[in-house]
Nanobody, 121 residues
Framework: QVQLVESGGGLVQAGGSLRLSCAAS????????MGWYRQAPGKQRELVAV???????NYADSVKGRFTISRDNAKNTVWLQMNTLKPEDTAVYYC???????????????WGQGTQVTVSS
């Protein structure tokens, strides 16, 4: 089994910054894509940022230029640096990882427990 543990959420004023972290542990051969999703109350979950095993990144238009996703494959960890935060960024943020548990096993998605980010105006 694989566990993803998130940390770094909290309350911040508009214009401030937060850094989220997510560490994967368990039976891990390799990890393909890793990403961050968020869900605001009463709204659908949306992709915020994704990073491939080779370091290629993609971002939602709403966070481009403000958020940065990064990873350390040796530590099985992914971060989301969030700058110039806006009230619209308020949501529960979830870490996601596409994990291979063995050389000849198919990959599957795992999710973190979620961490609350609240941005006050």
């Amino acid at each position: 089994q694989v566990q993803l543990v998130e940390s770094g959420g909290g309350l911040v004023q508009a214009g401030g910054s937060l850094r989220l972290s997510c560490a994967a542990s368990g039976i891990i051969f390799s990890i393909n894509d890793m990403g961050w999703y968020r869900q605001a109350p009463g709204k659908q979950r949306e992709l915020v940022a994704v990073i491939t095993g080779g370091g290629i990144t993609n971002y939602a238009d709403s966070v481009k230029g403000r958020f940065t996703i990064s990873r350390d494959n040796a530590k099985n960890t992914v971060w989301l640096q969030m700058n110039t935060l806006k009230p619209e960024d308020t949501a529960v943020y979830y870490c996601n990882a596409d994990v291979k548990m063995g050389r000849f096993m198919s990959s599957r998605d795992y999710w973190g427990q979620g961490t609350q980010v609240t941005v006050s105006s």
